[in-house]
Each structure stands twice: as structure tokens, then as C-alpha cells.
């Protein structure tokens, strides 16, 4: 959720001066009284703007100018938003349609791209562009951390398509030492790539680097565990985010007067409510929909045989239309004793609250950030609306969230999962469990009493 | 790992005088500064930051006895005298058994993140920022709390089972740790106040990646620890030896500079190490390898409700015969040697103290140039913080943890049982009827005729 931008006037001049004070500023030598060299780069550091940001130039294409040519700029504005909101939520459609396979290449796209964006605006803030190695030290660390939990995620999903090839079925068994190694690797090239002048700047962007990861790569990977769960479990978070972004905007536009928060001056409170009880409508005719496809709710599974992925099972419990007693008092309004309802519509209920209630603070944690770094935008890769990263920065708690729910409230351990890890167990420890299971079972009658 | 620190008297006065002239410098930034960002960062390069860590620390009473000496000589005297103080202090918790070594883990940690906390509120001059002291301490409970409840479910299982609070808590405990974190990160966005913006997302950052320094490693020791008491002190033992070693090859034969990060490590001290380390392991691993105590995997024993260390040791810790190489075989005259497995593999854990542990002291040397402290603390006379003594340990508790799991043992059968519970029925029957044929092939289980499903 980012605040309107105002691409009609605006104040880009501070930013034009700035920078030229800086680009003279490289030129001056080392502050007196600092024998390293370093002060020079954090006073460059503190200076007030980040030169020469992308993020303020105007991006739109040709075509769109020429369309809306005759328009004020504040309408333009308007269009080109609008415009590209619409776009965006289409291409969203097309890739649900595409499937699992195209849904984890768009999250991965998306994630790299993230990643770009926030390790740029690191190099401007510290003017680290040149730092020796550290472009690569980056974008070598991506590769290993999603290197690791890729190679979490295929040998617990491909189970079988693993353990028939060989190679793979060694790189599974040692994974995580195979990604120490290459992360020891990364960690040992950059205490080597310390250079004297630059010492501070370097843990600076090392530090940068694994703050980034963290929040990128993991919530990326949890976005794609929720997506094998089922492909609802994906679509439906998302589009509630997007739809408390839209939601908010409109009941802000029209109603809005009271200002929410100081860090972003345009949130009202009446957007805030009106967004949340749109939002929590939204979801829950929207899970209605969704729940009834089996494409949508399955768990995403890979067949071995075919060698693709397959969404077919029998819907489990919480697709499965159930009917509800109303509490007294809904009933004496709406005169209806018993309502059919998906559970998962009453699920959708908490994932729309959160949404509307927490996913602002992902919000305003990109808009505190853009201040603190006096940028406009993260980048300025969709016309109208900044970057990937301000498309995305509500998204992140989310997904986390719905890992989280899922993992507490939904689903237990994953089966293929538990097998695999009872047999990589010693004999006596299996049959120990063997026998555990067996009472189990026999107490639960789901086995026939032994003779 | 850290360089030699001079405590001679004249550097101490040079520290002291620097410190007003550090004041007035301070003062006339006050004036230029628009933007409270700018001033915390400019102040930073004025000097050494005012990180309270040159004074001289040692008790009156070491100092009365040392009197007579130079100042040199009095710096190895008390150098020394702790660092066998605190060797012994290693082996007293030993014996106290794993209850008071997962304490001191937990305290050691504390401090660590303590001391690193400390250098990024000097280094920000964010002391006083709002909230912030709180913020950092709650996200290290946090943490601490999703960490320790892990653990605990894991080893503790039939106790957790037990009680009806703890259940609950075990069950959902996932979701209470994310709501709880959540908490913290609602707190932090709300606290943001207008003219420390960057300050306070630096210290966001600063908290978090202490945090996954420090809390992620220091619950890793704790689950080799529970692997076994060997995989705690074996470790830990090797990278000491290895500092001490180094020191001494150095002191004696060094000649060649190793790294210009750190100018007083050389190659000599580092080949030395590396032999001497080895032959330590294999010898500390022989002597370790033969008592039940140090070998068992620490367990929870639900009647007594205390740790029992009891076992039939596993095979990794019964002596084999391996035949030598016929190299080996002409110049010792020995055809068959008798090692405990464990013994090879501590050549490996000691390989990997002498070669990449030292990065880690590279790493913490580097990072303490960048931000022109000496120590991270002074707690310890003579050696500096807790974070100086342990800056190599990091490395090595991660990596005998990656080792553990990849080589020597399989997942743990009681968090398997736990995962099986928490199974739908029919995916237990799934799995009781896989496991079943699996056990039947391998020839553990009769093949029962039919009256078992």
C-alpha cells in the first residue's frame, strides 16, 4: 500500500541540487582528522537524497503519452494508474490460468526483482557501486540461499522423481551440507574482498545483503510452500491484499478525513474501517467462488509417471459445504435457521483481518524506509506505480501469516515427509515406532484386533 | 581469535586525552546538523567512538601482585591467569552436568548480544532513541521464546504431552511466536519517529542480524549438546587449542603475515595450528570416547524428570580395527590400528577449526576495524568481551550441527512420533502399512499372517 504519487509537479528539484553537491563531493578529499578514508563515505552517506534515483524520472511509455495527451497531468496520472492496475491484475488471471509451474517462475521472477531493487538502493546510499566484489558477493548469496530452500522444497514434493536419479539422490542426502559449503564459500570470499579504505561500507552491505534475504527470499519461499498446499491458498491472500489496497483508496477517496498515522499523511481512518469491512465481504464471496473448483483447492502434487503436475484428490474437509447454525440473533434478522457455508469461508474471514489490520504495518514499515532513505519509489519498473517492491511490500506479512496458519490451524505434517524420515531412522528406532503406532492404531480401531 | 592488545600505560593516556578533543568535535557537528540522520552519522567518524573499552580493567588484587613487573610482562601474567581461569571454569560446568551448560549457553548468549548491541548504540549514538532498548530485548525473547519452544517440544515430548498448558502452548506454538513477533514489528512501525527514521531502521537491521548470529548458533551448540556431551566439548576444545596453538607457533616461528587484516596472524602459526589441532582432537576424542557420560545422547528421563545421560553407546563410539594403509603400515610397523570412528571424524571437525575458523576471527577483527573499537567489551581482563573469546566458535558450532545432521545421524525418532500423531488416521494407516512392508523386506518383522490390517 503506497501513497498517491504526485507525478504532476511535485518536488524533484531538491533532488537535482542535491546530487549535484555530491557529484562534486567525490572529487573533494578525505575529511581532515579521518586517517581511513571512511569518514568521507558516510558524510556522503548522510547527505539528505539519493542521487539520481530512476525512481522520479518518468517511465510511461510513448504510446500512453500519445493517448492522453490532451488530459491535465493529474488526470493522466489517474489513467496510467488505473490503466496499469488493470494490466497487472490481468496478468495475474493469465498465470493462474498457466498453472503451478508458471506460478513458481513468476514468484521467482518476482523475488529476484525485489532483491535488484533493494540491493540498488543500498549501492546509492552508500555509493558502494564499486565496491570490489561485492555485486557479485550479492547476487552469489541469492543463489545460495534459494539453492537451499529450493533443494528443501523439491526433495520434500518430488520425493519419487528424486530418489530415481542418482545425482539428485545424492545432492538431497547432503543438502545441507552442500549449501553450507557454498554459503562458507560466499562468507570466506568476502572476509578475503575486505579492503582497508572500505571496511565499514562492506559490512554495511553485507549486512544489507542478509537483511534483504530474509525478508525476500524466505517470504518468496513460504509463498510458494502455501501455493503446493493448494492453489487457493495462494490466489485468495494475494487478491485480498490487493483488494484492501483498491478498497482502501476508494473509501479514502470519498470519505476520507480523519489521517491515520503520521508516517503516511494520506491514510484515513475512514479508508482504514471501510477497507476492512469491504475487504472481509470481498473474501468471503470470493472463497465461496474459488471453493468449488478442484483445480483450485487440491494440493498441488507431482506425479511421478507423467512427469507433471497433478491437482486432483477427494476435497478435504474444509471445502466441503457444511451447514451452520446462525446464533439467535443473526436469525432474528435475517430469518434463516441454518446457512451452507465452505469452513473455509470462516478462514477467509481471519485471513481478510488480518489482511485489513496487520498488512497496513508492512505498508507503512516500505514508507518509514522510503523516507528514512529519502526515496520517491523503490524503482520505477511499473509506470505509475513505482516498483516491484511497492507492489509487493503488503504481500510479504501475509504470506508469512497464511504459512503460519496453515501450518497451526489447517494442515498437519506432510505424510510422504514423515515416511521419508522414518526410514532414514535406525532399525531398532523403527521398529520401536512400529510398535507405538500399532497400539495406536489398535486403540483407535482403525486396526483389527490382534489374535 | 584477537591480536595481542598492548595495554601499556601510554596508550591508555593517549585514549583518555582523545576523548575531549571527541567532545568538541561532537559539539560543533551539533551546530551544522539539519537532520538528525546526519549528525549521528557524521559524529561517527570523529575517532573512536565512545565505546568505553581501553580502560584497565583488572582487579586491584592482580594488580597489587603484578606490581613489581613491566607492564608487558604483567599483560601476559593476567592474560594468562584467565585463560587458564576460564579453562577451568570449562571443565567445572562440564561436571555440573547438561542443566547447567544449557544456562550458561543461554547467559553467554545474552551478553554477546548484549555487547553487540552496546557497539551499534555507540556507533549510532542511538542510545536514547525511543523504544529502542526495549525493541531489541523483546525481539531477543521472541526469538529466544520460538527457539527454546522448539527445543523443548522436541526433547521434552512426553513431559509437554503432560501438562495441559504446556500442550496448548507446544501446539500452536508456531503461531504464538509469529503473533508475538508480529507484536514487536507493530511496536517498531510505531514508534518511528520523524527525524530518526534511518537511525531507527539501522538499528531494526543491526537487531536482526545480531540476532541471527548470535540466537540462531547459540540454540545450534545446544542441540549438539544434546547429541551427545563429545559434540560440545570436542568442538569447543579444538578451536581453543587451535587459538593457543597458533599463538604459540607464531610466537616461536613466525615469520611469514598471514592476512593484512589481521597483521600479527602468520603462516607459520596457522600450519602449526592446524597439525597441533589435529593431533589434540584424536588424542581429547580417544580419551572422551570412552565414558558413557560424554557419549549418550542427553535425555529427559519422565519419572525422575532429570537429564539421565545413559546409553549403549552407539557404534561411532566402540573401538574398530582399521587396517593402515601400507604406507603408514612401513613406517610405524604397525599393520592394524584401533581408533574409535569418532576419532576420524574429529579429524575432520579439527580441520575445519584450524581452516575456516579463523575466518570467523577475520571476520570479527574486519568488523571491529570498520567500527574502530578495540574489543567488543571489557569484560574479561586481558582478553576483552565475551564476543572476543567466542567470534570463532560461531562457525564451528554451525558447522558441527550441518555435520551431525548430514553424517552421523538421522532425524529424531521422538519428533517423528510426534509428526505421526499429528497425522489424519488414514494417512497413519498409510504410513503404519508402508512401514510395515519396509520393516518385513529388511527382515526385522516375521511376516505376520494377516491378522494386523
Not at chain 1, 472463497?287 to 502434487?301: G, I, M, N, R, T
Not at chain 2, 557524521?42 to 592482580?62: F, Q, R
Not at chain 2, 508475538?180 to 510505531?190: D, E, N
Not at chain 2, 488414514?426 to 490390517?453: R, W
Amino acid at each position: 500500500m503506497t501513497e498517491l504519487r504526485r507525478r504532476g509537479g511535485g518536488d524533484p528539484d531538491s533532488t537535482d541540487n542535491i546530487s549535484d553537491r555530491e557529484a562534486g563531493g567525490d572529487d573533494r578529499p578525505d575529511l581532515p582528522g579521518d586517517a581511513e578514508g571512511e569518514g568521507d563515505v558516510d558524510s556522503k552517506a548522510d547527505t539528505p537524497d539519493v542521487p539520481l534515483s530512476t525512481a522520479d524520472t518518468d517511465n510511461t511509455p510513448e504510446c500512453l503519452n500519445k493517448a492522453l495527451e490532451g488530459l491535465p497531468p493529474r488526470w493522466k496520472n489517474y489513467w496510467i494508474r488505473g490503466v496499469l492496475s488493470l494490466a497487472m491484475i490481468s496478468g495475474f488471471f493469465l498465470i493462474i490460468y498457466m498453472g503451478p509451474i508458471a506460478l513458481i517462475f513468476v514468484v521467482m521472477c518476482v523475488q529476484i526483482k525485489c532483491f535488484q531493487e533493494i540491493i540498488t538502493i543500498g549501492y546509492r546510499v552508500y555509493h558502494s557501486y564499486h565496491l570490489p566484489w561485492f555485486r557479485t558477493l550479492s547476487w552469489y548469496f541469492l543463489v545460495c540461499v534459494n539453492y537451499f530452500f529450493y533443494g528443501e522444497t523439491v526433495a520434500d514434493y518430488f520425493g519419487a522423481l528424486v530418489q530415481r536419479e542418482e545425482p539428485l539422490k545424492f545432492l538431497a542426502r547432503y543438502h545441507r551440507f552442500i549449501s553450507f559449503a557454498l554459503y562458507l564459500a560466499g562468507f570466506c570470499m568476502f572476509v578475503l574482498s575486505l579492503v582497508k579504505k572500505h571496511y565499514r561500507l562492506q559490512f554495511y552491505m553485507f549486512a544489507w545483503t542478509h537483511v534483504t534475504l530474509l525478508i525476500v527470499v524466505t517470504q518468496s519461499h513460504l509463498v510458494i510452500q502455501n501455493l503446493f498446499e493448494g492453489m487457493i491458498w495462494f490466489i485468495v491472500p494475494i487478491s485480498i491484499v490487493i483488494c484492501n489496497d483498491i478498497m482502501a483508496y476508494l473509501f479514502g477517496f470519498f470519505f476520507g478525513r480523519t489521517p491515520l498515522i503520521k508516517l503516511s499523511p494520506k491514510k484515513t481512518w475512514e479508508g482504514f474501517i471501510g477497507g476492512y469491512f469491504g475487504t472481509v465481504v470481498f473474501g468471503f464471496i470470493l472463497a465461496f467462488l474459488l471453493s468449488q473448483f478442484q483445480h483450485f483447492v487440491c494440493p498441488v502434487e507431482f506425479n511421478s509417471e507423467t512427469n507433471s503436475f497433478a491437482v486432483e484428490c477427494e476435497p478435504s474437509d474444509i471445502f466441503v459445504v457444511q451447514e451452520y447454525t446462525l446464533p439467535a440473533v443473526l436469525q432474528n434478522t435475517l430469518r434463516w435457521k441454518t446457512v451452507n457455508l465452505y469452513p473455509f469461508q470462516i478462514h477467509s474471514i481471519f485471513l481478510s483481518s488480518f489482511a485489513s489490520l496487520i498488512g497496513p504495518f508492512g505498508g507503512f514499515f516500505a514508507s518509514g524506509f522510503k523516507r528514512a532513505f529519502k526515496i520517491k519509489d523503490f524503482a520505477n519498473t511499473i509506470p505509475g506505480h513505482g516498483g516491484i517492491m511497492d507492489r509487493f511490500d503488503c504481500q510479504y506479512l501475509m504470506a508469512t501469516f497464511v504459512h503460519v496458519y496453515i501450518t497451526s490451524f489447517i494442515r498437519g505434517p506432510n505424510p510422504s515427509k514423515v515416511l521419508q524420515q522414518l526410514l532414514k531412522l535406525q532399525p531398532e528406532q523403527q521398529l520401536n515406532i512400529f510398535h507405538s503406532l500399532h497400539a495406536h492404531l489398535r486403540d483407535r480401531g482403525m486396526l483389527a484386533p490382534e489374535a | 581469535m584477537s591480536e595481542l592488545r598492548h595495554r601499556v600505560a601510554k596508550e591508555t593516556e593517549s585514549t583518555l586525552q582523545q576523548q575531549p578533543s571527541e567532545d568538541k568535535t561532537s559539539d560543533s557537528e551539533l551546530k551544522a546538523e539539519k537532520d538528525g540522520v546526519s549528525d549521528s552519522e557524521s559524529k561517527v567518524d570523529s575517532g573512536i567512538p565512545e565505546v568505553p573499552v581501553s580502560a584497565d580493567d583488572t582487579p586491584e588484587v592482580l594488580n597489587k601482585a603484578l606490581s613489581g613487573l613491566s607492564s608487558r610482562w604483567k599483560n601476559w601474567w593476567v592474560r594468562g591467569l584467565f585463560t587458564l581461569a576460564m579453562i577451568t571454569f570449562f571443565f567445572f560446568i562440564i561436571y555440573l552436568g547438561p542443566m547447567v551448560l544449557m544456562m550458561i549457553v543461554l547467559c553467554v548468549q545474552i551478553k554477546c548480544f548484549h555487547e553487540i548491541i552496546m557497539i551499534g548504540y555507540s556507533v549510532y549514538h542511538s542510545y536514547d532513541l525511543p523504544w529502542f532498548r526495549t525493541l531489541s530485548w523483546y525481539f531477543l525473547l521472541c526469538v529466544n521464546y520460538f527457539f527454546y519452544g522448539e527445543t523443548v517440544t522436541d526433547y521434552f515430548f512426553t513431559l509437554v504431552q503432560r501438562e495441559e498448558p504446556l500442550r496448548i502452548l507446544s501446539k500452536y506454538h508456531r503461531f504464538i511466536s509469529f503473533a508475538l513477533y508480529l507484536t514487536g514489528f507493530c511496536m517498531f512501525v510505531l514508534s518511528l519517529v520523524k527525524k530518526h527514521y534511518r537511525l531507527q531502521f539501522y538499528m531494526f537491521g543491526w537487531t536482526h542480524v545480531t540476532l541471527l548470529i548470535v540466537v540462531t548458533q547459540s540454540h545450534l551448540i545446544i542441540h549438539n549438546l544434546f547429541e551427545g556431551m563429545i559434540w560440545f566439548i570436542v568442538p569447543i576444545s579444538c578451536v581453543i587449542c587451535n587459538d593457543i596453538m597458533a599463538y604459540m607457533f607464531g610466537f616461536f616461528f613466525g615469520r611469514t603475515p598471514l592476512i593484512k587484516l589481521s597483521p600479527k596472524k602468520t603462516w607459520e602459526g596457522f600450519i602449526g595450528g592446524f597439525f597441533a589441532t589435529i593431533v589434540f582432537g584424536i588424542v581429547l576424542s580417544y580419551f572422551m570416547s570412552g565414558y558413557r557420560y560424554f557419549v549418550c545422547p542427553v535425555e529427559f528421563n519422565n519419572d525422575s524428570n532429570s537429564f539421565q545421560v545413559d546409553c549403549q553407546p552407539p557404534e561411532l563410539f566402540q573401538l574398530q580395527e582399521y587396517t593402515l594403509p601400507s604406507v603408514l603400515e612401513s613406517v610405524t610397523g604397525w599393520t592394524t590400528v584401533h581408533l574409535y570412528p569418532f576419532q576420524i571424524h574429529s579429524v575432520a571437525l579439527s580441520s575445519f577449526a584450524s581452516i575456516m575458523g579463523p575466518f570467523g576471527g577475520f571476520f570479527a577483527s574486519g568488523f571491529k576495524r570498520a567500527f574502530k573499537i578495540k574489543d567488543f567489551a571489557n569484560t574479561i581482563p586481558g582478553h576483552g568481551g565475551i564476543m572476543d573469546r567466542f567470534d570463532c566458535q560461531y562457525l564451528m558450532a554451525t558447522f558441527v550441527n550441518v555435520y551431525i545432521a548430514s553424517f552421523i545421524r538421522g532425524p529424531n525418532p521422538s519428533k517423528v512420533i510426534q509428526q505421526l500423531l499429528a497425522l489424519r488416521p488414514d494417512q497413519q494407516l498409510h504410513i503404519f502399512n508402508s512401514l510395515k512392508a519396509h520393516l518385513v523386506e529388511k527382515g526385522l518383522l516375521p511376516a505376520l499372517e494377516g491378522a494386523a490390517a
